[in-house]
């Protein structure tokens, strides 16, 4: 089981292990794309890995299990299409089956991912978890994924153990899709690179041409408009992607990480979005307070599409704030 980046991250959890002090509650927060549930499964192999040495052997039955998708003991919770977790689920296949001992081993492992996404019931999933977390039982270890800390309420947050997933370096983000995707032209992978920079799961997206190309695109778009001075091309850009709430969202998402970027440029600091080229270009126009300022605007509109305002009126005053 190969893991890209967070090396500390997993060290951490390997002492823990190997010196008998298992976690039993484990938080994993990090954008997506990060690999977070990679992480949590491979923690569960560390906890679960019959040699108990904080690394899996990969070769007991526990680790091949695991491998597989097929341990027993390792459950994921699952939600449903619009990612939220049913209370009644949690509270059936976690809470009262945590004190049922293992099928196989010493533990048993529940990962309950992205839940940020559970809008309707995060407060409630929580506070059924609260007393499994407070008292678990020696064979049980929950696992919690999220895109932010601040996803989960104080009184979990203050009994778990936070792990936050990081970036890979852009060399080993080249790696993995060297080594995943050995029919793509160098081409295709050096553009995936560039999209994801140092995030996997946005490489992966942007080479399979999932959504995550498209609001590439967009951002792109938006970006070379704007730098035009073209309020038509900026509008033009958005209406593209109105009535598309996810797309939308996320092309003005990558946008502002592009305008971020030029004022990281303008400062010396690192480039983490989707296209240092139009970075740059935005840099050679702006200066940082009127980068600032664009950000702020920007956000406010991804506040306003979380909030379900109308998709037509984002993205109208949105380009009237861009050019106000």
Request: charged share 25%; net charge negative; with cysteine.
């Amino acid at each position: 089981m190969k893991i890209y980046g967070n090396q500390t991250l997993l060290k951490q959890t390997a002492r823990m292990v190997s010196a008998g002090r298992e976690p039993h509650s484990i938080i994993i927060h990090g954008e997506k794309g990060l690999g977070k549930k990679a992480i949590a499964k491979y923690i569960a192999a560390q906890l679960m890995c019959e040699e108990h040495s904080g690394t899996p052997c990969g070769k007991c039955r526990s680790c091949q299990l695991i491998d597989r998708g097929a341990h027993p003991d390792l459950i994921f919770a699952q939600h449903n299409d619009k990612g939220n977790y049913y209370v009644e689920d949690i509270r059936d296949t976690i809470v009262a089956d945590a004190p049922v001992a293992p099928n196989e081993g010493d533990i048993k492992v529940y990962v309950i991912p992205d839940l940020d996404l559970s809008v309707q019931t995060t407060v409630q999933v929580q506070n059924i978890l609260l007393k499994l977390i407070e008292e678990p039982p020696d064979h049980t270890a929950l696992i919690l994924t999220a895109r932010s800390r601040e996803t989960f309420l104080y009184t979990i947050i203050s009994r778990c153990v936070s792990l936050a997933a990081a970036p890979v370096t852009m060399q080993e983000s080249g790696e993995y899709l060297q080594e995943n995707y050995p029919d793509r032209d160098i081409t295709e992978i050096r553009e995936a690179l560039e999209a994801g920079k140092g995030n996997i799961g946005r490489c992966r997206a942007y080479l399979e041409k999932e959504q995550y190309y498209d609001s590439v695109a967009l951002a792109k778009g938006i970006a070379a408009a704007f730098c035009e001075g073209s309020e038509y091309g900026v509008l033009k850009a958005l209406a593209a992607a109105d009535g598309k709430k996810a797309l939308l969202r996320e092309g003005v998402y990558l946008f502002s990480e592009i305008v971020r970027d030029s004022c990281a440029i303008l400062t010396n600091g690192e480039v983490i979005g989707c296209d240092t080229h139009s970075a740059e270009a935005l840099s050679r126009k702006l200066t940082l307070s009127a980068g600032a300022e664009l950000y702020d605007i920007l956000t406010g509109a991804v506040r306003r599409i979380d909030a379900n305002c109308s998709l037509s009126l984002v993205c109208n005053s949105l380009c009237a704030e861009l050019f106000s």
